[in-house]
């Protein structure tokens, strides 16, 4: 057990430093004694958790469907462009103001951009696993595509939902409201890691998933269908991009599809890596993931918090992610050195 | 004087497996020696020594009397040391000349000099009786031409020593006379030829000297005057061949399987049709590249047949559906162990129950604590080698992760089994053991199908042997008419392409 989580573990600790270093420069530097003035730091302020709950929310949910894709071998360029087509797509059925789009109620419309991204997860999966094209290759043009059909639907402006023909009051609070003190956005992340807890490694489909991440051919030569896995997990990506992405249209109130969910792709591809992914597939667990978001929010939250820089907060983000990948990396390196001797 | 070459003591081991034991070996210039034994008696780990593959882990080896160590390829190639590798290591995207002098290019201006590289090439071409242009594409070439451009290379390094590791395994038999008349030359003007083979008909025509490995340890050596075929044979064995192969089961019963004009992807033009009966092996033989592994991938649905139909108890296999064949107990255990038949980096226990995980499905929630008690019983049952069901299969010997395949199928009740070399790189004990399963299901009733590029193993273990060439199954041999040379007939029959040659 404790070999098993050895990654997660140290990440851990990771995590508890950056908060300690935290929570130790914005501390309470009023207060009477050190004790209250840690736990009265900016950190621990119920303004700074609930902030930082929510992004970490918002963020873990995309973030564990990249994981899937990379889990699977695979990977999805196409998340964050993919998040501003649907935050667009999403304001239009509100409103009605695009001559394509009728205007919805909200819960209708919730349940076609969730139609809509699983039909695209739909197509990246065929293309890639029964096509035969290669991931990048698909997602590369997701990444592009996406964004461009947003902005191209805008005429490249910011789009709001205020106009919308149905009352949105339930939707609100719905989506960026709290439940039990929390954030909606961090409890729907809470459930959705149960699930993907559940599919990953407890089900018959994550052992699948991880065989077909590993050696594609020994899980197709043993009976699996790799081709409707792999569909899965690309579907799964988009899903929960598209939960992720209604978070985020609500959070942000307009969506300006040239910036939307810039580089997301690239913070999930960080967070699962960090979290002990390998990009080679056949690797990672949800508590991993999990913990490779968690640190780079936190990390950025402490940027924000300390004053440091924000430019320089980019340059930290990276060292950190590559120390841990070359962590990894050293392991993998005996691994493989092991495998030649073995095989020669 | 000191010998050419000599190895003294030579040992290696893997981790707690022993590949080699104290070997000596001594090569002289103009010297032939033929290099033999099983698959997994320590020839490759050997020769992968010489070639600085591999580093020994204890003993010399001395050249002209100099210890020297041999760390890399490099190191091996400007000591003079040529290795012909039984897989082709050639680029398909560059002409001969470019393959020969890859990384040694005449350069001027920081470019290739293209007429110098030809100029050199020239001559090495003539050497060996190659009729084809320095700069032709490597495409079209013959196997026996590639293995041609892989010697000129050799020469071009000024070799002194060249390891020509199952050089023939994919030649027609003329280019199989064209090389071993080559190698005589080559020895005659004062090269040292290690050569190894299978073949043991080519070690007695063009070998001086016979040195047998078994196990990792030397067996024995044979003078040019000892060598027989039953000698080298007993060497290698080391006991009976009746000890080695068990007693096939007698009891035949009806058709399970007929296949029926089936072709491949790799070969549409060919086509195969036979039928295996209930207890019956039947082996398949050819070339490397013949068509075996890509026709029993089509049987089983991996590889996608253009026409043909397999049929098993009556009813008809759709093509290119690996599920459908699985639940007619259509099973097979793949060629390449490694790549696809199991998942190295997972455990014993995920391999075993990779394929049969509807047992442990409860809600679609795996029942791991029945999964592990279940393999825990199999591991016992085919006698895995391994501390628990927990290891990783990678880190297992070749024989028991062989032994993980057959046991992860067999629990699987199997009406039609292939075996797709089952034994190759396996030692001699866990061989003998896998030949004891085949043989004990066959008798529960299940069709066999083997195929395989050892010819004592296709004589040993098979009811009837079919032969295959170039995607066609030329002929079925029935006991009365087994021997190697009716195989190799078969094997080459419609050889003899008319070689490429561009000049």
């Given at each position: 057990?404790?070999?098993?989580?050895?990654?997660?573990?140290?990440?851990?600790?990771?995590?508890?430093?950056?908060?300690?270093?935290?929570?130790?420069?914005?501390?309470?530097?009023?207060?009477?004694?050190?004790?209250?003035?840690?736990?009265?730091?900016?950190?621990?302020?119920?303004?700074?958790?609930?902030?930082?709950?929510?992004?970490?929310?918002?963020?873990?949910?995309?973030?564990l469907g990249?994981g899937l894709?990379?889990i699977s071998?695979?990977?999805?360029?196409?998340?964050?462009?993919?998040?501003?087509?649907?935050?667009?797509?999403?304001?239009?059925?509100?409103?009605?103001?695009?001559?394509?789009?009728?205007?919805?109620?909200?819960?209708?419309?919730?349940?076609?951009?969730?139609?809509?991204?699983?039909?695209?997860?739909?197509?990246?999966?065929?293309?890639?696993?029964?096509?035969?094209?290669?991931?990048?290759?698909?997602?590369?043009?997701?990444?592009?595509?996406?964004?461009?059909?947003?902005?191209?639907?805008?005429?490249?402006?910011?789009?709001?939902?205020?106009?919308?023909?149905?009352?949105?009051?339930?939707?609100?609070?719905?989506?960026?409201?709290?439940?039990?003190?929390?954030?909606?956005?961090?409890?729907?992340?809470?459930?959705i890691c149960g699930i993907v807890y559940y599919v990953l490694h407890l089900s018959v489909f994550g052992r699948y998933l991880l065989?077909?991440?590993?050696?594609?051919?020994?899980?197709?030569?043993?009976?699996?269908?790799?081709?409707?896995i792999?569909?899965f997990a690309?579907i799964a990506?988009?899903?929960l991009?598209?939960?992720?992405?209604?978070?985020?249209?609500?959070?942000?109130?307009?969506?300006?599809?040239?910036?939307?969910?810039?580089?997301?792709?690239?913070?999930?591809?960080?967070?699962?890596?960090?979290?002990?992914?390998?990009?080679?597939?056949?690797?990672?667990?949800v508590?991993?993931?999990?913990?490779?978001?968690?640190?780079?929010?936190?990390?950025?939250?402490?940027?924000?918090?300390?004053?440091?820089?924000?430019?320089?907060?980019?340059?930290?983000?990276?060292?950190?992610?590559?120390?841990?990948?070359?962590?990894?990396?050293?392991?993998?390196?005996?691994?493989?050195?092991?495998?030649?001797?073995?095989?020669? | 004087?000191?010998?050419?070459?000599?190895?003294?003591?030579?040992?290696?081991?893997?981790?707690?497996?022993?590949?080699?034991?104290?070997?000596?070996?001594?090569?002289?210039?103009?010297?032939?020696?033929?290099?033999?034994?099983?698959?997994?008696?320590?020839?490759?780990?050997?020769?992968?020594?010489?070639?600085?593959?591999?580093?020994?882990?204890?003993?010399?080896?001395?050249?002209?009397?100099?210890?020297?160590?041999?760390?890399?390829?490099?190191?091996?190639?400007?000591?003079?040391?040529?290795?012909?590798?039984?897989?082709?290591?050639?680029?398909?995207?560059?002409?001969?000349?470019?393959?020969?002098?890859?990384?040694?290019?005449?350069?001027?201006?920081?470019?290739?000099?293209?007429?110098?590289?030809?100029?050199?090439?020239?001559?090495?071409?003539?050497?060996?009786?190659?009729?084809?242009?320095?700069?032709?594409?490597?495409?079209?070439?013959?196997?026996?031409?590639?293995?041609?451009?892989?010697?000129?290379?050799?020469?071009?390094?000024?070799?002194?020593?060249?390891?020509?590791?199952?050089?023939?395994?994919?030649?027609?038999?003329?280019?199989?006379?064209?090389?071993?008349?080559?190698?005589?030359?080559?020895?005659?003007?004062?090269?040292?030829?290690?050569?190894?083979?299978?073949?043991?008909?080519?070690?007695?025509?063009?070998?001086?000297?016979?040195?047998?490995?078994?196990?990792?340890?030397?067996?024995?050596?044979?003078?040019?005057?000892?060598?027989?075929?039953?000698?080298?044979?007993?060497?290698?064995?080391?006991?009976?061949?009746?000890?080695?192969?068990?007693?096939?089961?007698?009891?035949?019963?009806?058709?399970?399987?007929?296949?029926?004009?089936?072709?491949?992807?790799?070969?549409?033009?060919?086509?195969?049709?036979?039928?295996?009966?209930?207890?019956?092996?039947?082996?398949?033989?050819?070339?490397?590249?013949?068509?075996?592994?890509?026709?029993?991938?089509?049987?089983?649905?991996?590889?996608?047949?253009?026409?043909?139909?397999?049929?098993?108890?009556?009813?008809?296999?759709?093509?290119?559906?690996?599920?459908?064949?699985?639940?007619?107990?259509?099973?097979?255990?793949?060629?390449?162990?490694?790549?696809?038949?199991?998942?190295?980096?997972?455990?014993?226990?995920?391999?075993?129950?990779?394929?049969?995980?509807?047992?442990?499905?409860?809600?679609s929630l795996i029942?791991?604590?029945?999964?592990?008690?279940?393999?825990?019983?199999?591991?016992?049952?085919?006698?895995?080698?391994?501390?628990?069901?927990?290891?990783?299969?990678?880190?297992?010997?070749?024989?028991?992760?062989?032994?993980?395949?057959?046991?992860?199928?067999?629990?699987?009740?199997?009406?039609?089994?292939?075996?797709?070399?089952?034994?190759?790189?396996?030692?001699?004990?866990?061989?003998?053991?896998?030949?004891?399963?085949?043989?004990?299901?066959?008798?529960?009733?299940?069709?066999?199908?083997?195929?395989?590029?050892?010819?004592?193993?296709?004589?040993?273990?098979?009811?009837?042997?079919?032969?295959?060439?170039?995607?066609?199954?030329?002929?079925?041999?029935?006991?009365?008419?087994?021997?190697?040379?009716?195989?190799?007939?078969?094997?080459?029959?419609?050889?003899?392409?008319?070689?490429?040659?561009?000049?």
């Amino acid at each position: 057990m404790f070999s098993r989580y050895r990654k997660e573990l140290c990440l851990l600790i990771v995590l508890l430093f950056v908060a300690f270093w935290t929570i130790i420069f914005s501390r309470n530097r009023e207060a009477d004694n050190l004790l209250t003035a840690l736990l009265e730091s900016r950190f621990l302020s119920l303004r700074n958790m609930e902030n930082l709950s929510r992004q970490i929310g918002m963020y873990g949910i995309f973030s564990l469907g990249m994981g899937l894709v990379i889990i699977s071998g695979g990977i999805d360029l196409s998340v964050g462009s993919l998040m501003a087509l649907l935050g667009t797509i999403f304001f239009y059925l509100l409103t009605g103001g695009h001559p394509w789009i009728p205007g919805v109620h909200w819960s209708a419309a919730i349940v076609i951009l969730l139609m809509v991204a699983a039909l695209i997860g739909l197509l990246h999966g065929w293309l890639i696993a029964k096509i035969g094209m290669p991931a990048f290759v698909v997602t590369l043009c997701g990444l592009l595509g996406y964004r461009g059909l947003a902005q191209t639907m805008t005429r490249d402006t910011s789009l709001g939902y205020y106009d919308s023909v149905h009352s949105v009051t339930g939707l609100e609070s719905f989506l960026t409201g709290k439940i039990a003190g929390m954030p909606a956005a961090f409890i729907a992340f809470i459930v959705i890691c149960g699930i993907v807890y559940y599919v990953l490694h407890l089900s018959v489909f994550g052992r699948y998933l991880l065989a077909l991440g590993r050696n594609e051919q020994a899980a197709r030569y043993s009976g699996i269908n790799t081709t409707l896995i792999t569909i899965f997990a690309y579907i799964a990506c988009t899903v929960l991009g598209c939960v992720s992405a209604l978070f985020f249209a609500l959070y942000t109130a307009d969506v300006v599809p040239s910036m939307h969910g810039n580089f997301f792709e690239l913070y999930a591809i960080a967070g699962a890596v960090l979290g002990g992914c390998s990009l080679r597939g056949g690797e990672g667990t949800v508590v991993g993931i999990i913990l490779g978001t968690t640190v780079l929010l936190v990390l950025q939250n402490m940027v924000n918090l300390l004053g440091y820089d924000s430019s320089f907060s980019k340059v930290i983000t990276a060292l950190v992610i590559l120390g841990g990948v070359l962590v990894d990396r050293f392991e993998i390196w005996k691994l493989v050195s092991f495998k030649k001797t073995k095989t020669a | 004087m000191p010998a050419l070459l000599q190895l003294k003591q030579i040992s290696k081991s893997f981790g707690p497996v022993q590949a080699l034991n104290g070997v000596d070996f001594a090569i002289e210039a103009g010297e032939v020696v033929g290099l033999i034994g099983e698959n997994g008696a320590g020839k490759s780990t050997l020769m992968n020594l010489l070639g600085g593959m591999l580093q020994p882990t204890r003993g010399t080896i001395s050249l002209d009397g100099t210890p020297v160590k041999i760390t890399d390829a490099i190191s091996a190639a400007q000591r003079g040391i040529s290795f012909v590798h039984q897989e082709l290591n050639l680029l398909d995207n560059l002409n001969v000349a470019g393959n020969i002098f890859l990384g040694r290019e005449p350069r001027r201006y920081g470019c290739i000099d293209e007429g110098k590289l030809a100029a050199m090439t020239q001559p090495l071409l003539d050497q060996l009786g190659l009729d084809i242009a320095p700069d032709q594409s490597l495409v079209p070439l013959t196997n026996g031409q590639k293995q041609l451009v892989e010697i000129a290379k050799a020469l071009s390094m000024d070799a002194r020593i060249l390891i020509l590791d199952e050089p023939t395994s994919s030649l027609t038999i003329q280019e199989t006379d064209t090389l071993l008349k080559l190698v005589e030359t080559l020895r005659e003007r004062g090269m040292a030829i290690i050569f190894i083979t299978h073949r043991l008909t080519e070690i007695e025509k063009v070998a001086n000297r016979v040195v047998a490995l078994r196990d990792g340890e030397l067996a024995g050596h044979l003078t040019r005057a000892e060598t027989n075929r039953d000698a080298m044979i007993s060497l290698m064995i080391g006991r009976d061949l009746s000890e080695v192969y068990p007693v096939l089961p007698t009891e035949i019963g009806d058709t399970v399987i007929s296949i029926h004009a089936l072709t491949t992807q790799r070969w549409p033009e060919g086509g195969a049709s036979f039928a295996i009966r209930e207890g019956e092996i039947l082996g398949l033989a050819g070339l490397v590249g013949s068509g075996r592994s890509e026709l029993a991938q089509a049987v089983f649905g991996v590889d996608v047949s253009p026409s043909g139909t397999v049929t098993v108890n009556g009813d008809t296999l759709k093509r290119g559906d690996i599920t459908d064949a699985i639940s007619h107990g259509v099973f097979l255990a793949p060629e390449d162990r490694k790549a696809s038949g199991l998942v190295l980096e997972m455990s014993v226990r995920e391999n075993m129950t990779l394929n049969s995980m509807f047992r442990f499905n409860r809600r679609s929630l795996i029942d791991v604590a029945k999964e592990k008690a279940q393999t825990e019983e199999w591991r016992c049952e085919f006698s895995v080698k391994a501390p628990d069901v927990e290891q990783p299969v990678g880190d297992l010997s070749g024989g028991n992760q062989q032994k993980v395949v057959l046991a992860k199928w067999m629990t699987l009740n199997p009406k039609v089994m292939i075996f797709d070399e089952p034994t190759r790189g396996i030692d001699m004990g866990a061989r003998h053991e896998i030949y004891q399963t085949m043989v004990k299901l066959a008798k529960t009733g299940c069709a066999i199908l083997m195929i395989s590029s050892d010819m004592e193993e296709l004589l040993g273990m098979s009811h009837r042997i079919g032969v295959m060439c170039e995607g066609h199954l030329t002929g079925i041999l029935e006991p009365d008419q087994f021997s190697e040379e009716s195989i190799m007939k078969l094997a080459v029959e419609t050889a003899g392409k008319p070689a490429v040659s561009t000049k």
